[in-house]
């Protein structure tokens, strides 16, 4: 049932579920749950492997379904290999097309909040350009903190006029930490009076320490990402390495995750000999997740650059305490109370800090933790700044 003056998001995610993205979704969920009534328009990012002759007639068929109170409507875009430019500037166009038959089939939203700016943000430049709808972009890419070679070689010459075109054209531009806002005002000078920093939203109803706490020895740590060179879990593997010869079976870790680097990760841990205590799990489940956890004494991630770190507060929602680099966005949300900073790639530094988190464990208080995680990243907390900050643009242009 319609609820009066309810405002009508449209969000457009630069990747959506099954190919990443989840958290766009969650995100998603909140903001309807706090009151709005939001849809999402998503081309899914396809490889052309997948395609055969027997799905090939459905294989540009729109999708719409329903989770938790949004509505989703889907299509997919054949990824054609090695083509860059061509695959943006055609995925582009497909959500363009796709926007203009959503319109007429469900009508004009209030709103439209695009989920990074490569290249949501410029579909919703366009759009508003064409339809005069007004666009927030809630900036993620870890990539705009620009710190190191690896950053800086993620754009391409030819982002940067497009980048200007989406920021500049939107309402504001929401950034999830501090970190990210140099460089895209180094991009786009006219937007700097426009950026805001509102953190990513985390379930903290889910993420939860477990009901009976198990007593865990020896001292576990668990770490999760994707597994690709930025997150440095081949560095982590050395400091314990270090530890390990120092301590031998005072220290556990287990790696969750899936990616590029599994395999050299494994083969890290037989050539330092920590095979007994130590694993890469693949990929896991959100429930697996949790009961990883759950299972630990102390979260760690050494990324060499993070815009924040969700997975940084969903442990500390479990009452973890974490280790964590100085790589933008955790230093902008990790205290003494709850955890470790580090310089990235800094090995000795590093397995200093996991045995001072070790050696200093009882000084953490989990309870303490856990309700400052709620209270400044809980998804009610976060999703009523969205509703505020929508308000305020769609008012503001009625009249």
């Known amino acids: 049932m319609a609820v009066k003056n309810q405002k009508k998001v449209l969000v457009i995610p630069s990747w959506y579920p099954p190919k990443g993205g989840y958290f766009f979704r969650e995100h998603s969920v909140a903001l309807a749950s706090a009151g709005l009534k939001v849809d999402v328009l998503a ?8 395609l055969s002759p027997g799905n090939s007639l459905r294989a540009f068929k729109t999708g719409k379904t329903s989770f938790e109170g949004i509505t989703e409507h889907t299509k997919k875009y054949w990824i054609i290999p090695f083509s860059e430019k061509h695959n943006f500037q055609a995925w582009v166009s497909m959500m363009l097309r796709f926007f203009k038959r959503y319109q007429a089939e469900h009508g004009r939203p209030d709103i439209i909040l ?89 379930d903290t109803d889910f993420f939860k320490p477990a009901e009976k706490p198990k007593e865990i020895k020896p001292f576990r740590f668990f770490s999760l990402a994707n597994l690709i060179p930025l997150k440095g879990m081949d560095s982590l593997i050395e400091a314990f390495a270090l530890l390990h010869n120092e301590q031998a079976g005072e220290f556990l870790l287990t790696i969750g995750g899936e990616g590029p680097e599994r395999g050299k990760l494994e083969k890290l841990l037989t050539e330092r000999g ?49 280790v964590a680099t100085r790589a933008g966005g955790p230093e902008g949300f990790i205290r003494e109370s709850e955890g470790i900073l580090v310089k990235p790639g800094n090995i000795f530094e590093l397995a200093a800090a996991l045995k001072k988190m070790k050696d200093n464990y009882q000084k953490f208080d989990k309870e303490k933790i856990r309700k400052y995680a709620v209270s400044a990243f809980g998804k009610q907390v976060l999703a009523k700044q969205y509703v505020k900050l929508f308000n305020e643009i769609v008012n503001k242009k009625k009249k």
């Not at 081309?43 to 997948?50: F, Q, R």
């Not at 997740?289 to 299972?295: A, K, P, S, T, V």
């Not at 991630?301 to 929602?317: C, D, N, P, Q, R």
């Open 43 to 50: 081309g899914l990012h396809t490889s052309l492997k997948t």
């Open 114 to 202: 695009a989920h990074s700016s490569i290249w949501a943000g410029l579909v919703a430049a366009f759009i508003r350009e064409k339809y005069d709808v007004p666009y927030v972009i809630t900036e993620h890419r870890s990539r705009f903190i620009y710190n190191t070679p690896e950053a800086r070689a993620m754009f391409k010459p030819w982002f940067f006029s497009y980048l200007q075109t989406a920021f500049e054209g939107a309402e504001k531009v929401i950034t999830v930490s501090d970190a990210l806002q140099p460089f895209i005002k180094q991009i786009a000078p006219a937007v700097a009076d426009r950026l805001l920093t509102i953190p990513n939203l985390v």
């Open 274 to 322: 920590l095979n007994v205590g130590f694993s890469v799990t693949g990929r896991l489940s959100r429930e697996e997740i949790l009961g990883q956890m759950q299972d630990a004494n102390a979260f760690v991630l050494a990324s060499h650059f993070e815009a924040f770190g969700v997975v940084y507060i969903e442990a500390m929602a479990c009452g973890l305490p974490v």
